[in-house]
């Protein structure tokens, strides 16, 4: 059975990869989730993080070709290059609401203000894309009880926040949550810092046990580990989106 990919929209420089990322799924009969951000992108905002020692950093290599886009504070979701997606049979969904503002706060945020965002979020999505969004993933899998029981009142199929190796409804505190998770198996290949050998013989082994959804980002994986990226989706037969794996879960 085919691994489950999600790609992850962060910000613009991912956005750039999108067209290159696109040709290698098609070299390999392979479907994707893309789950895109909305608002504006927030690179600049967090450039103190590619300085100094961090300049050859994975963060830097994946940012450093959008720092020029984010000067004009351009939505991620409005790029052009986003569209050629609704031409393609990859699914497309939400990734909250300017990332980087939702990835540093989210703890500290009401359950109306999580509301608020997600909604904006569902907002430019649809003016954008011209359908709401049925799946969602929360950015830097960050994940709150208030950002739960905010995210049930949206009526997504299924979302995608946690790390895991089967589908399944979260528990916090004896209260259960109705919008089903579909979980990451492991870090992205950029992110474990591993060996890539090493990377490629766990990904084989979590898809020979039943369940492997990996994810990476445009930007990082199909350009610095184009190699690996390319023998995970030999391996796996490809990949499919994650819309079809809560449609048809595995039996595991």
């Known amino acids: 059975m085919k691994a489950g990919l999600r790609v992850d929209i962060d910000c613009i420089a991912d956005i750039i990869a999108v067209p290159l990322l696109i040709n290698i799924l098609g ?3 392979s479907r994707a989730t893309f789950f895109i951000t909305t608002g504006e992108d927030g690179t ?3 450039a103190f993080h590619y300085a100094g020692k961090k300049i050859f950093s994975l963060p830097f290599k994946r940012y450093c070709k959008g720092f020029f886009h984010s000067l004009f504070n351009r939505h991620v979701e ?4 986003l569209k050629m997606l609704l031409e393609t049979d990859h699914e497309i969904g ?3 609401y300017r990332h980087y503002e939702w990835m540093s706060s989210l703890h500290a945020k009401s359950k109306e203000e999580i509301t608020d965002m997600i909604s904006e979020g569902c907002e430019l999505f649809e003016h954008e894309f011209g359908f709401k969004p049925k799946s969602f993933s929360s950015p830097g899998f960050r994940t709150t009880k208030n950002y739960l029981l905010a995210l049930d009142e949206f009526g997504f199929d299924y979302s995608s926040d946690f790390f895991g190796n089967k589908l399944f409804y ?3 505190d004896g209260k259960s949550f109705k919008t089903m998770q579909v979980p990451v198996s492991m870090l992205s290949p950029g992110e474990l810092g591993v060996d890539d050998s ?3 013989m766990q990904g084989k082994e979590l898809h020979k046990n039943g369940y492997f959804v990996f994810y990476i980002h445009p930007s990082y994986e199909p350009i610095y580990k184009r190699n690996l990226f390319e023998e995970i989706l030999r391996c796996t037969g490809g990949s499919r989106t994650l819309s079809e794996i809560y449609e048809n879960p ?3």
């Open 170 to 172: 979260p528990e916090i």
């Open 78 to 81: 409005s790029h052009h290059n």
């Open 198 to 200: 090493k990377i490629l």
């Open 250 to 252: 595995p039996d595991i």
């Open 27 to 29: 070299k390999y009969d």
């Open 44 to 46: 600049l905002r967090n």
């Open 94 to 96: 939400l990734h909250g």
